[in-house]
């Protein structure tokens, strides 16, 4: 049963995997897991320690292939055995038609989808945190070795390792393990492997928390950012979302019989709910709520909701047929929202589209040309694309991001810049490329090394003739008058 949804999401996750162009963060994961593992370790010291462990994982899959499809296989690979753990999961809480819908509707969620095809961690994370509960419903039995619950802990520790809010999923489990009522000696092993779980987590947390200013963009958590995160885990289809949460709420008013010592409620529902609540009741005082933070909770949905499934159908004596309809009714899910699985595989899906810009450069720039970046970070263009920069003159760049240990490099300060500048040949032509999300906005102005930039080509007698935009970003010629 587990082999179907996950030959479904592998499908789903390999269907446009190519967008064509990198989004921001995954140019970051792009650009960082190709650098030396020294100059990993360099970065990590001053930002992006929370992803550490995911860059050194991605190192040697860049160095086998560096395209856009290799910085994504992984995830695919990830979503893929998530579906199948659910899958796993709900055939042994309950029966095997019932861990094959969870499994399916989980494969067919478009937020899913969303994560499966970004080069980044969270797929890996969901997958650890299936596999966290899979090894948690397995330790729990009578008498179980302490060998599963060193590799509960294990699988739970990297998982975090690769995303710390995973260690959410520790509370999710200490509510599954107190609604099932387990005897003390369980309680007690568990806790023994959670604390070896803290004791792994806690360098990662005090490096991260000093470089607390990279999520600071982050706003507080409202309403609408909890209506958000449930469309995204039960649907966002409206019709698929009400059809999800009646099902849920059948599961919890009718439960299935228990088959094991954890009940299938006291396993999903904790699972999607715990960690959302906990890191929202968090954001209202550091703000840190975001979706793909919490992908790894998303299973508990698609468990409750076959369960209600199962309660609905189950008494029917057609075993097969009733097992078909579920299949049936997860197939027009699907269909229902296949314009947001489309949407997810456009080159905008995900914000910004790096290549866009990098091919306007290597269409209008030339050989010795000059480019300038606004802000600093507009420079994860030419990280992520660098054969559209190769013969331009970086104007602001002082020290490379592998050399100085950052994302974008350290760039030189206003009198070195107009000093630079103010060398450059008469016809020197010099591009200027821009992030337009930012430029021009209040937090532009406040900064003052990007004004300063700015400044210097006004006063250095420097005009716009041309400008090209694209989608989040623009390029432009300047001349001097």
């Known amino acids: 049963m587990a082999a179907v949804p996950a030959g479904v999401m592998l499908l789903l996750g390999l269907w446009g995997l190519d967008r064509g162009t990198m989004w921001r963060d995954e140019g970051a994961t792009f650009q960082v897991a190709r650098r030396s593992l020294p100059e990993i370790g360099h970065l990590l010291g001053s930002i992006d320690a929370v992803h550490g ?15 856009e499809t290799a910085l994504r296989l992984p995830s695919v690979a990830a979503a893929a055995a998530t579906a199948a753990l659910v899958a796993v999961i709900g055939s042994r809480l309950a029966r095997p038609r019932v861990g094959l819908w969870a499994g399916l509707l989980y494969a067919v969620t478009p937020f899913v989808s969303h994560y499966a095809q970004e080069g980044r961690s969270y797929a890996l994370v969901a997958a650890g945190a299936a596999l966290a509960t899979w090894l948690l419903i397995r330790a729990a039995e009578n008498d179980s070795p302490y060998g599963r619950w060193a590799a509960y802990a294990a699988v739970v520790a990297v998982t975090a390792l690769l995303h710390e809010f995973a260690v959410l999923l ?63 885990f039960a649907g966002p289809g409206e019709a698929v979302v009400t059809v999800t949460v009646l099902l849920a709420v059948v599961a ?118 000059a480019v300038l970046f606004l802000p600093l970070h507009e420079r994860r263009t030419a990280l992520a694309y660098p054969r559209d920069f190769s013969g331009l003159r970086d104007l602001t760049l002082g020290q490379s991001p592998a050399a100085s240990g950052t994302l974008f490099g350290e760039e030189v300060g206003a009198e070195e810049l107009a000093a630079r500048m103010r060398r450059l040949p008469a016809r020197q032509r010099v591009w200027v490329v821009a992030d337009t999300t930012t430029v021009g906005t209040p937090w532009f102005r406040a900064q003052r090394a990007e004004a300063a930039k700015v400044r210097v080509l006004r006063d250095g007698g420097w005009r716009e003739e041309s400008v090209v935009f694209v989608r989040g970003g623009a390029v432009s010629l300047y001349v001097r008058r």
């Open 252 to 369: 919890l008013l009718v439960p299935l019989p228990r088959t094991e010592r954890l009940g299938l409620n006291a396993v999903a529902l904790p699972l999607a709910v715990v960690p959302p609540v906990l890191l929202y009741a968090a954001s209202q005082r550091q703000p840190l709520f975001l979706d793909r933070y919490l992908l790894f909770s998303l299973a508990g949905v698609p468990l409750l909701a076959a369960a209600g499934a199962e309660r609905l159908l189950g008494f029917l004596p057609w075993r097969r047929v009733v097992t078909a309809a579920g299949v049936t009714a997860v197939a027009v899910a699907f269909v229902t929202q296949l314009p947001f699985h489309e949407r997810e595989r456009l080159p905008a899906g995900r914000g910004d589209e790096l290549a866009r810009v990098a091919a306007v450069v290597g269409r209008v720039a030339q050989h010795g040309d």
């Open 53 to 67: 462990l995911y860059y050194l994982l991605m190192h040697p899959v860049l160095a086998l292939r560096a395209d």
């Open 170 to 232: 520790l509370a999710a489990h200490a509510v599954t393990l107190l609604a099932s009522r387990v005897p003390w000696r369980v309680l007690g092993r568990w806790g023994c492997a959670a604390a070896g779980v803290c004791v792994v987590l806690a360098p990662l947390v005090v490096v991260s928390r000093r470089q607390g200013e990279q999520v600071s963009w982050i706003r507080t958590p409202g309403y609408e950012q909890a209506e958000a995160l449930l469309y995204a």
